[in-house]
């Protein structure tokens, strides 16, 4: 089977594509699209640029993408500056990471604006029946008996008044 570095270099030349054209349409520079069809990957200062740029690279090309990733990892586990990062660790999904996601997702202007406009409509709606309900209520309702009842205590806030006198016989 052939090495990563020589399927790149077939299937570019297979387009006939300059690589110039292949660094300009995938924005890697010409002296990695070099490195990379030379198999020099100790041009590369970690392993994920090479995946990367061999993913784009593979991409542009039409390339079974996952299978030539597998066989670059086999390549770079044989090298012995990137054998420990041959491969990545197989990151599982928790329900936190799934949750980060989708607030990442938000348009938090959106959502405030709309917050901001619903609260506005719901106290608009309660002052409205609020007022209703005053102007319905009756205002004498709280008031007590309408008689005047004054207080029956001694506290000598007030003096005894004097039994009125018998009336005089001439």
Known sequence: MPSVAEQL???REQQKLSVDQVA???KIRTDHVHALEAGNYETFAAPVYIRGFVRTYATLLRLDVPNLIQTLDTELSQS???SEFSSLPVHQSTPIDWLSLRVAKVHWRMVLGCAAVILIVGLGIWAYRASRRARAADPLSNLGPGLYQPRQS???EMLPVPAPAAPQKP
């Open 9 to 11: 270099r077939q299937a």
């Open 24 to 26: 300009e349409a995938t």
């Open 80 to 82: 012995a500056r990137f």
């Open 154 to 156: 001694n506290s000598g």
